[in-house]
């Protein structure tokens, strides 16, 4: 790959490998046309630009563009990390633009993983201090510029939307006109930042940089790659998991005009089409025959049965306070009760996609990669081709929830293979909604049993759990975040209490099966918070107390206030007086504190979720707006989760869902009202994309208990041949 | 197979397979990648354009069914009703990943250039076929009602 002299002298002080971003959607076509996808955004305007870190980039023509390490994918970072660098620089919102960031973990590394990647509503947190001080940095060096150029002691200079001023001698220039002598000044090692009480941005809401292009289809995403020559891959993949191939016939296949090749690889059949129509019609017409002896042959009926079973036992000890079996033998009441929740799928709004264009010993990947130090380097091997040789543009993704962040890498891998089977050239590869549906990399099937124990005045004494679940860490990269064997991802949420209760404990029974499973959104959270909070709310019931007041007397004030502030926060806004029809639950998750009241009604026997109230503490809010929006967003993904969604194996191990008219989403009409409230906080900002989701299917769960006196026991609550 | 239809005020003509999906005729021959692909089976309007002003799920129309129509994608809306779902799908913030933002674009701006002032129920009606995942909906219902006031002048 060539890289321009004028690309040089930009990359210059960034210590960078290759700065690429096709992803500033308003250049990204001209870019892809180019060719040269290493022409980013500000690839132009690189003559003169200033690039004072490896995150920021100021043009001559004022614009000053975030390289974002997180990929976009909703959640909002193009946005939240812009406004950080915005704060510090005492830019105006309007110069402000986003791209992504190479996959480069030198420089880009979520400082909470160590390797570049999203995910655990990290976001915010690992990049608020980074991102404030490169931007501080790029002010420090402007001012300094500024300074040599009036020839005024840069102390006396001010900044403010954009231009930098001397009152004295009424002298001031843009930051576009200072970029070229700014990138002449030493950054400074470490700059200072602001104080939270001068903040001119941060708390306040401003339009997301992204919106215009992502309401005019300009965004572009991964899907809307296209290269020279391009072939779009299919892959006929096994019918059950842990099948494989046994033999092929490709002949009526090769006979469709486009489909130009057919070939088998470990993952299964690659099928490959002049278009998406030739790959999609040459894909139906290939017939394969499988070995399913070492196949997942159980029902989901059979798991859910085997995984009761175990939920009965203790499981391997997760944490233990005081003497839970003798508090249960004392009790006065004892209640038990068993949660099954389902698998579910993510099922992203644009189905899992990349484009790999191989050319004379090296690459370039274009995908919404969610942990791009893992794909880049599974890539990497899987082409025999050393990481350096590899260009990996983060995509903006059309939604992914966990789907796209793979410990095994398994979709780039994937890719990878397909790409290396055609040769030279570019290959899309393209999953169809049946293929997310069937592929796997579920929230795992789960089985709670609580019992809980009550004295004769009511207080809880007791309180045993057992989880029963598959583990998502064991087997991958992640697995070095497991201590003792413990997958912290199977009880998160059920460990820690914010509840008084003597007597506690947590087991988990791991269950094995051929089923990749996943992350999703909200992980363990997705299910403990509910088992939690529903059966809380069922003891409180059983004791004569007030779903609020209960939960909040059995809250130590201080290493609970924030739960308790949100809880309070959140009755208050609903009125809360223990209205029928309506519950509540609080949960803390990734950092942030959320509480939620929903109100339910009963349409001829199906709950429909009329109202949520949500009160949030994600400490300093920098987006008000974001972090309503992603609160909207994780109560409309739970209220799906609660009410419709199941992902379900029939007898012999066949995935019974293929596409959203069998797997059945939340549509509009379905969707509560909102009202979120953020509580004011100093504390540093802590993660939104999840956390607004696990206290919505207790809530929900709550209230119909409420309203009609039956508790679900299974999710979702509406059957699935009902939904 | 060549098939003639308008697009976007311009007439194109493309010798495909006669059963190909419109959707992959506008994408991978036209290049008008602002269509998206989200089921292809007509259950979650992410590429929905429109022909001869309504609604149509390029999913599933085969582009032999268009010859001689006209259809409008999300580059080629220019309406005073797109104008203002565009305007106030921007004003606030509706897109998440923006994913199926096209074609709620697409159907909200049909749903108000044949009635200019819906009600919740109408808003519930006219876009229940198209999902989001990132669930805008609150927003997208709010948005309609602002490009709806837009209108109204
Ligand atoms: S892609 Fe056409 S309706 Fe989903
Ligand atoms: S904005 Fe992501 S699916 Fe609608």
């Known amino acids: ?723 | 197979m060549a098939i003639s239809f308008t697009v976007n005020g311009e007439d194109r003509q493309v010798d495909v397979d006669p059963d190909t999906p419109l959707l992959w005729v506008l994408r991978d021959e036209l290049r008008l990648t602002g269509t998206k692909f989200g089921c292809g089976i007509a259950q979650c309007g992410a590429c929905t354009v429109h022909m001869n002003g309504m609604t149509l799920r390029s999913c599933v129309t085969p582009v032999s069914s268009v010859d001689g129509s006209e259809v409008t994608t999300i580059e080629g809306l220019d309406s005073p009703a797109a104008k203002a779902v565009q305007d106030a799908w921007v004003g606030i913030d509706v897109p998440q990943c923006g994913y199926c933002q096209s074609g709620q674009v697409m159907s909200a701006t049909a749903l108000l250039e044949e009635n200019p002032a819906p009600t919740d129920e109408e808003i519930d009606e006219a876009m229940a076929g198209n999902i989001c995942r990132c669930a805008t909906y609150v927003r997208i219902r709010q948005a309609i009602h602002d490009a709806a006031k837009t209108l109204e002048g």
């Not at chain 1, 057919?262 to 017939?287: M, S």
Request: contains cysteine; aromatic residues 6%.
């Open chain 1, 1 to 723: 790959m060539t890289i321009h002299t004028n690309r040089r002298a930009f990359l210059k002080g960034t210590g960078a490998g290759l700065v690429v971003g096709v992803m500033l959607p308003q250049a990204a076509r001209a870019a892809q046309k180019s060719g040269a996808s290493a022409a980013l955004a500000t690839g132009e305007a690189a003559e003169g630009a200033f690039a004072p870190n490896a995150f920021v980039r100021i043009a001559p023509d004022d614009t000053v563009t975030v390289l974002v390490k997180h990929i976009e994918f909703g959640q909002g970072p193009y946005t939240g990390l812009s406004t950080l660098v915005a704060e510090e620089l005492d830019a105006d919102w309007g110069q402000m633009r986003a791209t992504s960031a190479p996959s480069n973990p030198a420089l880009y590394a979520n400082t909470a993983f160590g390797i570049q990647g999203t995910g655990g509503s990290t976001a915010m947190p690992n990049s608020y201090m980074q991102m404030r001080k490169a931007g501080a940095a790029a002010r420090a060096m402007l001012v300094s510029a500024a300074a040599d150029r009036f020839g005024v002691p840069a102390t006396e200079i001010t900044v403010a939307k954009g231009v930098v001023s001397h009152e004295g001698s009424g002298q001031s220039a843009t930051f576009g006109e200072l970029a070229e002598a700014a990138a002449e000044v030493e950054p400074p090692v470490d700059p200072p930042v602001k104080d939270a009480k001068d903040f001119a941005l941060i708390g306040t809401d401003r339009p997301k940089v992204d919106s215009r292009a992502k309401s005019t289809g300009e965004a572009q995403f991964t899907l809307d790659v296209y290269r020279d020559d391009m072939l779009t891959a299919m892959v006929v993949r096994p019918p059950k998991f842990g099948a494989t191939l046994k033999s092929h016939d490709a002949g009526a296949a090769l006979k469709i005009p486009g489909v130009v090749k057919v070939a088998a690889i470990p993952q299964g059949i690659a099928v490959y089409g002049e278009n998406t129509y030739a790959a999609l019609k040459g894909r139906a017409a290939v017939t394969a025959e499988w070995d399913e002896s070492g196949a997942e042959t159980r029902s989901s009926e059979q798991m859910m049965a085997e995984w009761t079973e175990a939920a009965h036992g203790a499981g391997k000890e997760v944490s233990s306070t005081g003497d839970t079996a003798a508090a249960l033998a004392e009790a006065e009441t004892v209640h038990e009760v068993v949660q099954q929740f389902p698998f579910l799928a993510h099922t992203p709004m644009e189905p899992l996609d990349a484009v790999i264009e191989l050319r004379e010993g090296e690459a370039e990947v274009w995908m919404g990669s969610q942990l791009q130090t893992v794909d880049h380097g599974a890539i990497a091997g899987t082409l025999g081709l050393p990481n350096d040789k590899i260009t990996l543009n983060t995509m903006l993704a059309g939604g992914s929830f966990g789907r796209r962040a793979t410990g095994d890498s398994h979709f780039a891998v994937e890719a990878a293979t397909v790409a290396k089977e055609r040769g030279q050239g570019a290959t899309k590869l393209l999953w169809t909604r049946e293929d997310d549906l069937r592929g796997g990399y579920y929230r795992p099937l789960t089985v709670h049993r609580l019992r809980g124990g009550l004295d004769a005045d009511g207080n809880i004494t007791a309180w045993d759990h057992t989880i029963a679940t598959q583990s998502i860490m064991a087997g991958t990269p992640f697995e070095a975040m497991m201590t003792d064997g413990l997958d912290p991802t199977a009880f998160e949420g059920a460990k820690v209490l914010p509840y008084a209760v003597p007597n506690h404990r947590v087991g988990w029974a791991r269950m094995e099966s051929a089923i990749p499973v996943l992350w999703w959104r909200s992980v363990g959270h997705t299910h403990t918070a509910h088992a939690v909070e529903t059966f809380m709310d069922e003891l409180l019931e059983k004791a004569g107390r007030d779903a609020v007041e209960g939960r909040l007397a059995l809250m130590d004030d201080e290493t609970f206030a924030r739960e308790a502030g949100v809880l309070r926060r959140v009755a208050d806004m609903a009125d809360w007086s223990g209205q029928k029809g309506y519950g509540v639950a609080v949960h803390k998750s990734f950092d942030s504190y959320v509480a939620q009241i929903a109100e339910v009604e009963d349409r001829d026997g199906t709950p429909h979720i009329a109202r949520v109230w949500c009160a949030v503490d994600c400490g300093v809010a920098v987006n008000p707006n974001v972090i309503k929006a992603q609160m909207e967003g994780g109560i409309g993904y739970g209220a799906s989760a609660v009410l419709f969604d199941a992902l379900t194996l029939g007898e012999g191990g066949h995935v019974q869902q293929e596409n959203w008219d069998t797997y059945r989403m939340l549509r509009i009409h379905e969707m509560p009202d909102v009202q979120v409230s953020i509580v004011e906080s100093d504390e540093s900002p802590t993660g939104v994309g999840e956390p607004g989701l696990p206290p919505l299917s207790p809530a929900v769960a709550n209230a119909w208990r409420s309203l009609t006196g039956r508790t679900p026991r299974r999710l979702p609550m509406v059957p699935v041949d009902q939904a």
